[in-house]
């Protein structure tokens, strides 16, 4: 089926998307259509885990949301120690 697909219809492919979305919204339509077949594929397969990205160090990483849960909840817990 692709194999009449050569080196040249590639470029061609690759220059049309950069000329219609380019270069700037280019990596991210890369990581929402990863995402999606990555969701599709789970749920054709029934996997149902949590992806758990690490750091160097090997701790998970937290989104940005979740490290601010995080920075808050250490607050309160500061100040409650520095009143009782």
């Not at 990596?27 to 949590?50: A, H, N, V, W, Y």
């Not at 690490?54 to 490290?67: E, I, K, S, V």
């Amino acid at each position: 089926m692709f194999s009449s697909i050569g080196p040249l219809e590639i470029v061609l492919v690759i220059v049309v998307l950069l000329v219609i979305f380019g270069p700037k919204r280019l990596p991210s339509l890369g990581r929402s259509l990863g995402t999606g077949m990555r969701e599709f594929k789970e749920s054709i397969t029934g996997e149902d885990k949590q992806r758990e990205s690490t750091d160097a160090t090997g701790r998970p990483t937290l989104t940005p949301a979740q490290a601010d849960d995080t920075q808050a909840a250490q607050r309160t817990e500061a100040a409650s120690e520095q009143r009782g």
